[in-house]
């Protein structure tokens, strides 16, 4: 099951060793009380999370730019919840959820002990669609980038995962070529489709319980990694 020849290991970071959803509800919850917004957090999250996960793949696609994505996510859900609030707020909150997200830091259980684990014999490195003024933040205060050769973001190389030119920008600045290299990461279409369609081996980190062909290489712990690797 060992997958040989490997000598860089391409991650995700966000839903793949960065826990997302729990760091995203504690911004809500924070920027929610310093803004006097009085809502039900329970419920507002149950709205957000799968608009956020259908603006971004409008954002992959380069059907809407990184404004519309954070106003509209949020502006969607105010209105579904029929939530009275200013536009100005919208935008305000939009700003405010960017700056304190990655003062939260919580990682998937496993993340330290893989990246310990995995840095002895592999090159590691960071592929992600993520905001460039937000993915260095939580790189630095989860404690975790000094584990990381490289980072591309997909505003340096302006396409983001699945395009092809992400991930050969990516093994150019790490030296790496496609024979030696193996991408890690959640999102089927964006990570693993977009990987393998480049001719990158994959594994996806299948913590959401997605129905997967038998021929994906998949975990649903950050330590099963080391099965493969």
Same mark, same amino acid.
């Given at each position: 099951?060992?997958?040989?020849?490997?000598?860089?290991?391409?991650?995700?970071?966000?839903?793949?060793?960065?826990?997302?959803?729990?760091?995203?509800?504690?911004?809500?919850?924070?920027?929610?009380?310093l803004n006097n917004i009085d809502i039900n957090l329970d419920e507002f999250l149950e709205m957000y999370v799968p608009i956020n996960l259908k603006y971004?793949?409008?954002?992959?696609?380069?059907?809407?730019?990184?404004? #519309?994505?954070?106003?509209?996510?949020?502006?969607?859900?105010?209105?579904?919840?029929?939530?009275?609030?200013?536009?100005?707020?919208?935008?305000?909150?939009?700003?405010?959820?960017?700056?304190?997200?990655?003062?939260?830091?919580?990682?998937?259980?496993? #993340?330290?002990?893989? =990246?310990?684990?995995?840095?002895?014999?592999?090159?590691?490195?960071?592929?992600?669609?993520?905001?460039?003024?937000?993915?260095?933040?939580? =790189?630095?205060?989860?404690?975790?980038?000094?584990?990381?050769?490289?980072?591309?973001?997909?505003?340096?190389?302006?396409?983001?995962?699945?395009?092809?030119?992400?991930?050969?920008?990516?093994?150019?600045?790490?030296?790496?070529?496609?024979?030696?290299?193996?991408?890690?990461?959640?999102?089927?279409?964006?990570?693993?489709?977009? #990987?393998?369609?480049?001719?990158?081996?994959?594994?996806?980190?299948?913590?959401?319980?997605?129905?997967?062909?038998?021929?994906?290489?998949?975990?649903?712990? =950050?330590?099963?990694?080391? =099965?493969?690797?």
């Amino acid at each position: 099951m060992k997958i040989n020849n490997i000598s860089h290991i391409f991650f995700d970071l966000d839903h793949t060793l960065w826990d997302f959803d729990k760091n995203s509800a504690l911004t809500f919850e924070k920027i929610f009380e310093l803004n006097n917004i009085d809502i039900n957090l329970d419920e507002f999250l149950e709205m957000y999370v799968p608009i956020n996960l259908k603006y971004w793949k409008l954002y992959r696609e380069e059907r809407i730019d990184k404004g #519309a994505l954070r106003y509209g996510r949020l502006n969607d859900v105010f209105r579904i919840l029929s939530f009275e609030i200013k536009t100005s707020m919208i935008y305000k909150l939009s700003e405010d959820y960017i700056s304190y997200l990655s003062t939260f830091n919580h990682l998937f259980d496993g #993340a330290i002990e893989i =990246l310990e684990y995995l840095q002895v014999n592999y090159k590691l490195h960071i592929i992600t669609n993520g905001f460039k003024e937000v993915q260095q933040g939580k =790189l630095n205060n989860a404690n975790i980038g000094y584990y990381f050769d490289t980072v591309t973001n997909s505003e340096m190389v302006g396409v983001k995962k699945p395009n092809p030119k992400i991930f050969k920008h990516a093994l150019n600045i790490a030296k790496a070529s496609q024979e030696n290299s193996i991408m890690v990461g959640d999102n089927y279409e964006a990570d693993i489709l977009g #990987a393998i369609n480049f001719g990158l081996d994959a594994i996806c980190f299948n913590y959401h319980n997605e129905v997967l062909g038998n021929e994906v290489k998949q975990v649903n712990n =950050l330590l099963e990694l080391k =099965l493969y690797l």
